[in-house]
C-alpha cells in the first residue's frame, strides 16, 4: 500500500489488487471517501452496518464508487493488473475536515 499526500486529499494506492485475487476486507471508516477503480475490474460489496446490501456487482475501469460512512466495504480483483485508489479528504483528530495534512495518519482508516 502507498500513501501520497497530494494538495488538500489523501490518496492511498490498493497494491494488494494488483493481482487476480488481490482482497480488500471488511473495511469501516467514519466519513465518506471514494474508491477509482483506474484499470482492470474489481467484485465491490458494500454494506450497513446492518447488514443490508447496497452493492454486490461486478465493477469495470475507468470507474468510481462513493464509500458512505460507517459502510463496510471490501473489493476483490478480478484482473490481474488491476488497479484503484481510496481518495480522502485531509481530517483532524476529531474527524473534521481541513486542508492540510497534519500528519495524523489514525484519519485515514
Not at 17 to 40: A, C, E, P, S
Request: aromatic fraction near 8%; glycine fraction near 10%.
Amino acid at each position: 500500500m502507498t500513501e501520497r499526500v497530494m494538495g488538500n486529499i489523501f490518496v492511498r494506492t490498493c497494491d494488494v489488487l494488483q493481482k487476480k485475487g488481490g482482497r480488500i476486507d471488511g473495511d469501516v471508516h467514519n466519513f465518506d471517501h471514494v474508491t477509482l477503480i483506474l484499470r482492470g475490474a474489481v467484485h465491490a460489496v458494500k454494506k450497513k452496518r446492518d447488514g443490508t446490501v447496497m452493492v454486490d456487482r461486478r465493477i469495470e475501469a475507468p470507474a468510481c464508487l462513493l464509500i458512505e460512512a460507517d459502510m463496510l466495504h471490501s473489493f476483490e480483483s478480478l484482473e490481474d493488473g488491476t488497479t484503484a485508489w481510496c481518495v480522502y479528504a485531509h481530517r483532524t483528530p476529531q474527524g473534521e475536515v481541513t486542508q492540510e495534512y497534519n500528519g495524523w495518519l489514525d484519519a485515514y482508516g
